[in-house]
């Protein structure tokens, strides 16, 4: 091990930093990514465990079908081919990530979600990877869950996600979030239970949870 950064580090200073740079970008998409068919897919446990357990539960039930994704980035751009048999919109806050949206996508903040649709319109809403990544303050994290309460029908599910480490937890969001308490526990069959915590770094917490 000792012999192998030692040869690293020799490697690293004989060649030109840019080179440095591009090999260190290249090994990080090798163990960031994954191809999946023609699709690029980010290859993290909280990732598989969504793509490979919880979208397709979902995708398979017909009682799910006007469903809705909150934030986009470039790996949430295959989901749409996941839910091509259903009713699937996105809602993004940035406009240059509208590519990664569903073919129904709104330029929009989720806290406006009931701007667009009316009371009771979703099934589900999966709602993960926005809290800590843009979603901080308390009043804009009250009124998201608020929208997403109204939008939803009685016995819809909401999936809420976010990573629950102190550096990317703006506040202890599921006790101190009023709006969120409005939910009832949603026991989720595959992963036995309402709260699933995936074993990374992150922590990353998966909440199921219904409006009664
Ligand atoms: C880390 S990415 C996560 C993408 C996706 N939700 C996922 O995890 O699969 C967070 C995204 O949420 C978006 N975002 C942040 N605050 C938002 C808000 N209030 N409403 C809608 N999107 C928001 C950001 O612009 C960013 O693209």
New binding site residues.
């Given amino acids: 091990m000792k012999a192998f950064i030692l040869a690293k580090s020799f490697v690293k200073d004989l060649l030109p930093p840019f080179l440095v740079r591009q090999i260190q970008k290249l090994l990080f998409i090798t163990a960031t990514h994954r191809l999946h068919g023609f699709d690029l897919h980010?290859n993290l446990p909280?990732?598989r465990i969504?793509e490979s357990v919880i979208i397709p539960y979902f995708a398979k039930l017909d009682e799910f079908d006007k469903i809705l994704?909150?934030?986009?980035?470039w790996?949430?751009k295959p989901?749409q081919k996941y839910f091509r048999k259903k009713d699937y919109w996105t809602?993004?806050?940035?406009p240059e990530?509208r590519k990664?949206g569903a073919k129904k996508h709104i330029v929009?903040?989720?806290?406006?979600l009931s701007n667009y649709f009316v009371d009771g319109y979703f099934d589900l809403i999966?709602?993960?990877?926005?809290?800590g990544?843009?979603?901080?303050s308390r009043d804009?994290t009250e009124e998201?869950f608020n929208q997403c309460f109204k939008c939803l029908r009685p016995g819809g599910v909401l999936v809420f996600?976010w990573n629950d480490i102190p550096e990317l937890t703006p506040f202890p969001v599921t006790e101190e979030c009023h709006n969120f308490k409005k939910f009832s526990p949603y026991f989720f069959a595959p992963l036995s239970g309402s709260r699933y915590v995936v074993g990374d770094q992150w922590k990353h917490t998966f909440i199921f949870c219904t409006k009664p």
């Fill in positions: 980010l909280d990732r969504l994704f909150v934030g986009c980035d790996y949430t989901y809602i993004e806050i940035q990530k990664y929009d903040a989720i806290e406006n999966i709602f993960t990877g926005v809290f990544h843009g979603l901080n804009a998201a996600g």
